[in-house]
Structures are given as C-alpha cells and as structure tokens.
C-alpha cells in the first residue's frame, strides 16, 4: 500500500470529543487528511478496538488508510492498515511479520543517534519530531525546530513525516525541510470545523 504522508491527522480523544471521533476524522478526511492514525493512550485494548473498526467503516472506499498507534494486538484485531510505534513500544521486525507485507509501518525518530540505529527494513516512513513543543504527547523529546528537522530527514532512508505542535501556517517550511507531509493533532482535532482546518494546509 502506497503511504501518502501529505496531511497525517493524529487523534486525539479529548480535542476529538467536540465532534465526536468518527465525525471529526470523516470532517478532516473531506477536506485533505491523507492518512489516519488512531492514538488513545488511556482506552483499553477492547475500546481501542471498537474504535478502530468503526473508524475503519467510516474511511472504506475513501482510500485513506487507518493507522493504530502503538498496539500491535489492536491492530491486528481490527483489521486496520497498519501500525505506528515510538521507539520503545516494540520491535518493528516482529510487528511487519505479524502484520504482513501489505501493511504501512511508521517509526517516531527524535534525533539522530535514533537514525543512525534504525533498521529501516520492516518500516515504510518515519514520523521526525517533535518539531515545536506540544501539549498533546506528554514527556516528547527537545523540540527539533526545522533546521535539526532538515538534518534529519537528510538523514532518513524513508519518506519522511513531520510532526509537534505543526499549524497550517508552517506547510510550507515543513515542505522546504524535505518532509513528506505534516502530522497534526490539535491543529485539526481541536478546531471547530476539522475540514476547514485541513483544508488550510492546502491553501499555502
């Protein structure tokens, strides 16, 4: 499966709650959300699970994949088109072999030290950051700004996402570093119009 990283919406269950999960990710995908990724740190496995499969209904035929973060079992079980992991929540080799080779694999790489032991084999892109400080992932590494963003993509094997308190008003400098795309929580999940906010990515 081909990854398009152009506009990566990252959920949230408390920015997702004014609209709801499903109606804001429908919302944002009308209006140019180009990958989906599931993140509730706090739902158990079964909730995260009933999220992904209701969320998976949503998206058929729009041809944006959904993405769970974290849970290789969650995945799994709903059926969803793939998996992110942060650096220590997994082995990617053993999380290709039991998703299969069709399935999108993302890595969170911070800085370099992290690229210079990645075994990009197994994975498909890499999701750089934090870009900025953000108040949607607690404890995140030192922000980068878009000069260490820049290095690192340099550096990267793999198509590349940006990500960390990422706006509209910052496309285009995400772009000039070489990323892929930018991957954004707050800046659509929080919004009170997901399409319109998505759609400001485009109009830079």
Same mark, same amino acid.
């Given at each position: 499966?081909?990854?398009?990283?152009?506009?990566?919406?990252?959920?949230?269950?408390?920015?997702?709650?004014?609209?709801?999960?499903?109606?804001?990710?429908?919302?944002?995908?009308? /209006?140019?959300?180009?990958?989906?990724?599931?993140? =509730?740190?706090?739902?158990?496995?079964?909730?995260?699970? =009933?999220?992904?499969?209701?969320?998976?209904?949503?998206?058929? /035929?729009?041809?944006?994949?959904?993405?769970?973060?974290?849970?290789?079992?969650?995945?799994?079980?709903?059926?969803?088109? &793939?998996?992110?992991?942060?650096?220590?929540?997994? =082995?990617?080799?053993?999380?290709?072999?039991?998703? &299969?080779?069709?399935?999108?694999?993302?890595?969170?790489?911070?800085?370099?030290?992290?690229?210079?032991?990645?075994?990009?084999?197994?994975?498909?892109?890499?999701?750089?950051?934090?870009?900025?400080?953000?108040?949607?992932?607690?404890?995140?590494?030192?922000?980068? /700004?878009? =000069?260490?963003?820049?290095?690192?993509?340099?550096?990267?094997?793999?198509?590349?996402?940006?990500?960390?308190?990422?706006?509209?008003?910052?496309?285009?400098?995400?772009?000039?570093?070489?990323?892929?795309?930018?991957?954004?929580?707050?800046?659509?999940?929080?919004?009170?119009?997901?399409?319109?906010?998505?759609?400001?990515?485009?109009?830079?």
């Amino acid at each position: 499966m081909r990854v398009d990283l152009t506009l990566y919406l990252v959920t949230d269950p408390r920015l997702c709650a004014r609209h709801g999960l499903v109606e804001t990710v429908v919302a944002a995908v009308r /209006g140019g959300v180009t990958l989906v990724q599931l993140r =509730d740190k706090q739902a158990s496995d079964d909730e995260l699970i =009933d999220q992904a499969r209701r969320l998976k209904a949503a998206l058929a /035929g729009s041809g944006v994949p959904l993405i769970v973060n974290d849970r290789l079992d969650v995945a799994l079980a709903s059926q969803a088109d &793939g998996l992110h992991l942060g650096q220590d929540d997994g =082995d990617v080799a053993v999380a290709r072999q039991a998703m &299969g080779e069709q399935a999108i694999l993302g890595l969170s790489v911070q800085n370099l030290e992290q690229m210079a032991r990645l075994d990009s084999g197994p994975l498909d892109y890499l999701g750089l950051g934090p870009v900025f400080a953000t108040t949607t992932k607690q404890n995140h590494a030192r922000p980068l /700004g878009f =000069d260490r963003l820049a290095a690192l993509v340099a550096a990267s094997p793999l198509p590349a996402v940006a990500i960390g308190g990422l706006q509209a008003e910052h496309a285009a400098r995400v772009r000039a570093t070489g990323a892929r795309g930018a991957a954004v929580v707050s800046a659509i999940c929080g919004q009170p119009d997901p399409e319109v906010a998505a759609r400001a990515f485009f109009d830079v």
